[in-house]
C-alpha cells in the first residue's frame, strides 16, 4: 500500500492510500476504524493494516465519496510528526567519495558498525513544498536517502529479526547548508546547524508487502537487500543515479545498532544516508553549482515515487 496524509479543502487533514484512480480517505472508508493521523495508525500498525487491505480489496472503480481524485488533494508529508530521525551513513562509495574531496581516507571504523546522527524531527517537509535555505547558506545541497519507518515497538533487535520491525519506505531528502555544516564540524561534533532547517519525506509510505517484488536475498548478507533504483535530478537534469541494493550495511542491521539498549517506536525513522553520486558535494562544482532559489530537486525512487521541491 501506499499510505498518505493529505490535506482536502473540505475533508482537512486525513490519512488514507494511494490508487490509480485516486486518493482513499481511510477515515471516510473506514467509518472512523482507522485514526485521522499516520502516528497514531503506526501505533497499532499490523491491524489497521489489515483493515486498509480489507477495505481496499472491497472497492471498485471510482466507488463512494470517499475516493478523492488527486486533483483536489495535496500530499503531505507522510509521516509529518515522527517520533525521531536518526540519519545513518551506510553508503561505502557516497563516504569514500566525500571524504576524497577534502584529501582524506577512509576510515577503517566505518566497516566495524553502522553510525548515525539525530536530525530534526520537527523540521519535516512534504512534497512540492518551497525550501528555504537557512541564514548565511550559500553551498545549498540535496542529498537521495531512503528511510525506513518504524511499525513495531522494540529494543536490542537483532538483524534477523530486522525486518519484522519496518512498516514501509519513503524517500528522504536530507537537505545540507554544507558551508554551515563544514565550518561547525571543525569542532569535531556531528552535523547541527548545517541540517536543522529541513528534511523532505514522501511522497508516500509504501508498505513492506508491496516492495517484495523487489527483495534480495543474497548470501553472507545480514539482512534483505531492496533492487530499487535511486536517482535525483535537479531542474530535470540527471545528476545523481544509484541502488539501494548497493548499501552496505543492510536495513536490518540499521534497526538492530538503532535498537541496542534503547526502545524503538512506531513512527520512528532511519535513513539510510546517502548514496554514491546522491549530493552535489560528492559530484563538485565542476559537475554542478549548488542550489539556488528557483531550482527543482527531484528524488526518484523505483517503488516510492518521486519526491519534489523547489527551492524558495
Same mark, same amino acid.
Given at each position: /500500500?501506499?499510505?498518505?496524509?493529505?490535506?482536502?479543502?473540505?475533508?482537512?487533514?486525513?490519512?488514507?492510500? #494511494?490508487?490509480?484512480?485516486?486518493?482513499?480517505?481511510?477515515?471516510?472508508?473506514?467509518?472512523?476504524?482507522?485514526?485521522?493521523?499516520?502516528?497514531?495508525?503506526? $501505533?497499532?500498525?499490523? $491491524?489497521?493494516?489489515?483493515?486498509?487491505?480489507? !477495505?481496499? @480489496?472491497?472497492?471498485?472503480?471510482?466507488? &463512494?465519496?470517499?475516493?478523492?481524485?488527486?486533483?483536489?488533494?495535496?500530499?503531505?508529508?507522510?509521516?509529518?510528526?515522527? *517520533?525521531?530521525? *536518526?540519519?545513518? =551513513?551506510?553508503?561505502?562509495?557516497?563516504?569514500?567519495?566525500?571524504?576524497?574531496?577534502? &584529501?582524506?581516507?577512509?576510515?577503517?571504523?566505518?566497516?566495524?558498525?553502522?553510525?548515525? =546522527?539525530?536530525?530534526?524531527?520537527?523540521?519535516?517537509?512534504?512534497?512540492?513544498?518551497? %525550501?528555504?535555505?537557512?541564514?548565511?547558506?550559500?553551498?545549498?545541497?540535496?542529498?537521495?536517502?531512503?528511510?525506513?519507518? %518504524?511499525?513495531?515497538?522494540?529494543?536490542?533487535?537483532?538483524?534477523?529479526?530486522?525486518?519484522?520491525? /519496518?512498516?514501509?519506505? /519513503?524517500?528522504?531528502?536530507?537537505?545540507?547548508? @554544507?558551508?554551515? $555544516?563544514?565550518?561547525? /564540524?571543525?569542532?569535531?561534533?556531528?552535523?547541527?546547524?548545517?541540517?536543522?532547517?529541513?528534511?523532505? #519525506?514522501?511522497?508516500?509510505?509504501?508498505?513492506?508487502?508491496?516492495?517484495?517484488? =523487489?527483495?534480495?536475498?543474497?548470501?553472507?548478507?545480514?539482512?534483505?537487500?531492496?533492487?530499487?533504483?535511486? +536517482?535525483? @535530478?535537479?531542474?530535470?537534469?540527471?545528476?545523481?543515479?544509484?541502488?539501494?541494493?548497493?548499501?552496505?550495511?543492510?536495513?536490518?542491521?540499521?534497526?538492530?545498532?538503532?535498537?541496542?539498549?534503547?526502545?524503538?517506536?512506531?513512527?520512528?525513522?532511519?535513513?539510510?544516508?546517502?548514496?554514491?553520486?546522491?549530493?552535489?558535494? +560528492?559530484?563538485?562544482?565542476?559537475?554542478? @553549482?549548488?542550489?539556488?532559489?528557483?531550482?527543482?530537486?527531484?528524488?526518484?525512487? #523505483?517503488?516510492?515515487?518521486?519526491?519534489?521541491?523547489? !527551492?524558495?
Amino acid at each position: /500500500m501506499k499510505l498518505v496524509t493529505f490535506e482536502h479543502k473540505e475533508r482537512g487533514i486525513g490519512v488514507g492510500w #494511494l490508487r490509480h484512480d485516486g486518493v482513499v480517505d481511510g477515515g471516510k472508508a473506514s467509518q472512523g476504524e482507522l485514526p485521522n493521523n499516520m502516528l497514531q495508525l503506526l $501505533q497499532h500498525f499490523p $491491524q489497521h493494516l489489515q483493515t486498509i487491505q480489507a !477495505i481496499d @480489496r472491497a472497492l471498485t472503480e471510482g466507488e &463512494g465519496d470517499f475516493l478523492l481524485p488527486l486533483t483536489e488533494v495535496r500530499l503531505l508529508p507522510p509521516l509529518p510528526n515522527p *517520533r525521531s530521525i *536518526r540519519d545513518f =551513513y551506510a553508503f561505502e562509495e557516497h563516504v569514500k567519495a566525500a571524504r576524497a574531496r577534502r &584529501g582524506l581516507a577512509m576510515q577503517q571504523e566505518w566497516y566495524e558498525q553502522p553510525v548515525f =546522527y539525530f536530525s530534526n524531527h520537527q523540521a519535516v517537509i512534504g512534497p512540492e513544498n518551497l %525550501i528555504s535555505p537557512p541564514t548565511g547558506c550559500e553551498k545549498l545541497d540535496y542529498e537521495l536517502e531512503v528511510a525506513v519507518v %518504524i511499525g513495531k515497538e522494540g529494543q536490542n533487535i537483532p538483524w534477523q529479526e530486522g525486518e519484522q520491525y /519496518m512498516a514501509g519506505l /519513503m524517500i528522504m531528502n536530507d537537505w545540507s547548508a @554544507r558551508d554551515l $555544516q563544514q565550518q561547525e /564540524m571543525q569542532v569535531g561534533l556531528g552535523p547541527a546547524k548545517g541540517k536543522d532547517f529541513a528534511t523532505s #519525506l514522501g511522497p508516500y509510505l509504501v508498505t513492506m508487502d508491496e516492495l517484495l517484488p =523487489y527483495q534480495l536475498a543474497r548470501s553472507q548478507r545480514k539482512g534483505m537487500d531492496y533492487a530499487l533504483t535511486m +536517482e535525483a @535530478r535537479v531542474n530535470g537534469h540527471q545528476l545523481s543515479k544509484g541502488n539501494l541494493s548497493q548499501i552496505y550495511f543492510t536495513l536490518a542491521q540499521l534497526i538492530e545498532q538503532a535498537s541496542k539498549n534503547v526502545i524503538l517506536y512506531p513512527g520512528d525513522v532511519l535513513g539510510t544516508g546517502t548514496v554514491g553520486t546522491g549530493c552535489l558535494l +560528492e559530484l563538485g562544482e565542476e559537475v554542478h @553549482r549548488w542550489l539556488q532559489p528557483g531550482d527543482l530537486v527531484e528524488l526518484e525512487v #523505483l517503488g516510492l515515487g518521486c519526491l519534489r521541491n523547489q !527551492i524558495g
